[in-house]
């Protein structure tokens, strides 16, 4: 069956740096992967999408990378901030209705 | 604008009542789903719908029903709870263009005693 995993549960970084976080899929071509921002007792809010003929993506701070070999995206957040801790997720689109499957998600920190 | 507002927030049960959670949208949306999130287990999706009515199954859709009477309204129901369906769940819509970007509404926290 199909499958998307994010390989941390949880990720501490410092303040300034670069955060990576990672999705993995299997049994699976999606022709594009969406990522988004869930902070706590709150909705999913869309970040980002990147298409299977796209390397990469960028919005503002945020980088998306897209390895169809790998069968993995990458996601960074460049100069991270203690306002960017939150889970981010990882989503891709099937079917007809566009059913999105969601990888479990990474809890991201950015200590001051 | 309200997006995708859930109702009622908070709720708690007793095994084997019934209830209803109630979704409304009011960005025209055709595609409307229901979500739980348990976790270490991600999102995984109900049902869904991709137009008035009409309703689909999704990954788990054991113990629920839904409908879409009206396009800016999806219901999800549960009609004997069960402890297992102790959650929170979202309900989400969307365009049918196709970046397939859905908007979340904020929640709703179930508990089944």
């Known amino acids: 069956s199909q499958k998307i995993e994010q390989n941390s549960e949880a990720l501490n970084i410092q303040e300034g740096k670069t955060a990576t976080l990672t999705c993995n899929y299997t049994n699976y071509s999606p022709a594009y992967l969406q990522w988004y921002r869930q902070d706590p007792g709150r909705g999913p809010v869309f970040l980002l999408l990147i298409r299977e003929n796209e390397k990469e993506k960028r919005k503002e701070r945020l980088k998306v990378t897209f390895d169809t070999t790998l069968k993995q995206s990458l996601f960074h957040i460049t100069a991270s901030q203690p306002a960017d801790s939150a889970t981010y997720l990882c989503?891709?689109?099937?079917?007809?209705?566009?059913?999105?499957?969601f990888g479990s998600g990474t809890q991201l920190t950015v200590l001051p | 604008n309200a997006g995708v507002t859930q109702t009622p927030k908070f709720r708690v049960l007793k095994t084997g009542q019934s209830m209803t959670l109630l979704c409304a949208q009011d960005?025209?949306?055709?595609?409307m789903y229901w979500y739980r999130q348990d976790p270490g287990m991600g999102l995984r999706l109900i049902h869904y719908s991709v137009g008035e009515g009409t309703t689909a199954k999704g990954e788990v859709p054991d113990g629920y029903n839904v409908s879409r009477l009206k396009k800016q309204n999806f219901l999800l129901g549960l009609e004997s709870a069960a402890p297992s369906q102790t959650s929170v769940y979202f309900c989400?819509?969307?365009?049918?263009?196709?970046?397939?970007?859905?908007?979340f509404g904020e929640g709703s926290r179930l508990t089944v005693l």
């Open positions: 960005m025209n949306h055709e595609y």
């Open positions: 989503a891709f689109v099937s079917g007809s209705a566009r059913q999105l499957t």
């Open positions: 989400a819509s969307g365009t049918t263009g196709n970046t397939g970007e859905l908007f």
